[in-house]
């Protein structure tokens, strides 16, 4: 069985408002629900475990259970709670997922953020499909920009080949026995150094391949990446 983490924890301050971002409106929906709709129309994903504060889970519930015969529903887990970094939280969410199923009846996590509401079932398909043969999978978009390194950030060292670079996205999925005890690996102080999934996988040692991402799944960080949202969900 393969589990969606979905991470939910975060304050969102650069959209604005008093409302995290993955908890505004969206097209009539609130944008964590556009983020799930994939997972949960997944074919290899049995259930849906979403790390958020207590403070916004009747909300969430609400949603979700408007209509009890949805997909969401239907394998919608439990709550994890936020930890101290979007890490830790993905940490709190492999604890509690192998408390509640049992850690032998997992086989992978994918690991996506609630303010992606733009994924497809295709790039969780392909993910998780990866896991045939490597430990984890990441979507990636190739670099068109040419790209500088900097020591000082004043003053160009070096000029990086662009054909060798990739800009990540979500989701991750990885196999959850390898990328739990990864995790572990890394307790209690480096772990809270990690910024971003497959970081930790890299460091452990695990193969994990690249699958072609998409521009459509960006992340939504400010009032013009809301904007942009918007005018997607109009024009389609």
């Not at 949960?40 to 207590?54: F, K, L, R």
């Not at 996205?169 to 959850?176: G, L, M, R, T």
């Amino acid at each position: 069985m393969n589990i969606a983490i979905i991470l939910a924890g975060g304050k969102g301050e650069r959209v604005g408002g008093d409302t995290p971002k993955q908890f505004m409106d969206l097209s009539g929906q609130m944008m964590i629900l556009h983020s799930i709709k994939a997972f949960s129309e997944s074919e290899y994903v049995g259930n849906i475990q979403i790390v958020a504060d207590e403070a916004y889970r009747e909300k969430i519930e609400d949603a979700i259970f408007e209509d009890s015969d949805s997909p969401i529903a239907e394998k919608f887990l439990s709550f994890s709670d936020p930890g101290e970094n979007r890490q830790m939280s993905i940490y709190n969410a492999l604890k509690d997922i192998g408390d509640i199923l049992g850690r032998d009846s997992i086989d992978g996590v994918i690991i996506h953020d609630a303010a992606r509401p733009f994924v497809t079932v295709d790039t969780v398909n392909e993910c998780l499909l990866a896991l045939d043969e490597h430990d984890g999978a990441m979507p990636v978009i190739p670099m068109n920009d040419t790209v500088y390194f900097s020591r000082s950030g004043q003053k160009v060292d070096e000029l990086l080949n662009r054909n060798n670079i990739y800009a990540g996205q979500a989701p991750e999925a990885f196999w959850y026995d390898k990328y739990l005890a990864a995790n572990e690996d890394l307790l209690p102080d480096k772990i809270l150094l990690v910024k971003g999934s497959t970081e930790v996988a890299i460091m452990a040692g695990m193969d994990v391949a690249m699958i072609p991402g998409d521009q459509r799944n960006f992340k939504i960080t400010t009032t013009e990446d809301m904007e942009r949202a918007r005018q997607i969900i109009r024009n389609e």
